[in-house]
């Protein structure tokens, strides 16, 4: 079992940034591929935004966030963090963090991964 807590929400200016982190326990960190989704109200699905392999070595970005948004692992903290800048409205969303055993190619589905954060609000005013 593992277990997710995001924190670093919050309510921003659009052009902003903030700095998502997610705090893993349970199991060995570094056994695990992360990743973050965001999901609007009225949406089922949670929308792929970013993900970072086992080794640290590796990184992929929804198009909507390439640029603006970084994703980085600290496995001696078992912390993953999403760096958010340029902040726009449509980024405004909940944001969960995600834990996927032994990684995965299809990084960008929300089924694959195992494990998830009960996620944390981001709120960009225009």
């Known amino acids: 079992q593992v277990q997710l807590v995001e924190s670093g929400g919050g309510l921003v200016q659009a052009g902003g940034s903030l700095r998502l982190s997610c705090a893993a326990s349970?199991?060995?960190?570094?056994?695990?591929?992360m990743g973050w989704f965001c999901q609007v109200p009225g949406k089922e699905e949670r929308e792929f935004v970013a993900a970072i392999s086992l080794s640290n070595k590796s990184t992929f970005y929804a198009d909507s966030v390439k640029g603006r948004f970084t994703i980085t692992r600290d496995n001696a903290k078992n912390t993953v963090y999403l760096q958010m800048n340029s902040l726009k409205p449509e980024d405004t969303a909940v944001y969960y963090c995600a834990a996927d055993y032994g990684g995965s190619t299809y990084y960008t589905r929300s089924e694959m991964y195992d494990y998830w954060g009960q996620g944390t609000q981001v709120t960009v005013s225009s």
């Open positions: 349970g199991r060995t960190f570094s056994d695990y591929a």
